[in-house]
């Protein structure tokens, strides 16, 4: 079992930055965000792969990052130019497989692990 601990959510004015961080207690192979606002399902936001794969929502393309250090057991994601768009509970997730399919990296059913979750708030 892999517990994953969340930090760095917040409030930020709009066009502000914010740098979320997942920790997790053991190897994973993939690890990636997903966000969830009110009355809304779950998306997929970015995720990386052990070897720093990595794949974004086109709506957060070319503003978020996502990077890993892989010592750490870490994943981190900058965003950039945020807009109150993004306001949502933020969810760090990981796996211990590796994906073989493009398409798994954006589904959450092919997670085996989530965070608690981390508010962050854009207002304009």
């Known amino acids: 079992q892999v517990q994953l601990v969340e930090s760095g959510g917040g409030l930020v004015q709009a066009g502000g930055s914010l740098r979320l961080s997942c920790a997790a207690s053991?190897?994973?192979?993939?690890m990636g965000w997903f966000r969830q606002a009110p009355g809304k399902e779950r998306e997929f936001v970015a995720a990386?792969?052990?070897?720093?794969?990595?794949y974004y929502a086109d709506s957060v393309k070319d503003r978020f990052t996502i990077s890993r250090d892989n010592a750490k057991n870490t994943v981190y994601l900058q965003m950039n130019s945020l807009k109150p768009e993004d306001t949502a509970v933020y969810y760090c997730?990981?796996?211990?497989?590796?994906?073989?399919?493009?398409?798994?990296?954006?589904?959450?059913?092919?997670?085996?692990?989530w965070g608690q979750g981390t508010q962050v708030t854009v207002s304009s």
């Open positions: 997730t990981a796996d211990q497989s590796r994906f073989y399919n493009r398409r798994s990296y954006y589904s959450p059913t092919e997670y085996d692990y």
């Open positions: 053991g190897l994973t192979y993939t």
């Open positions: 990386s792969s052990w070897t720093g794969s990595t």
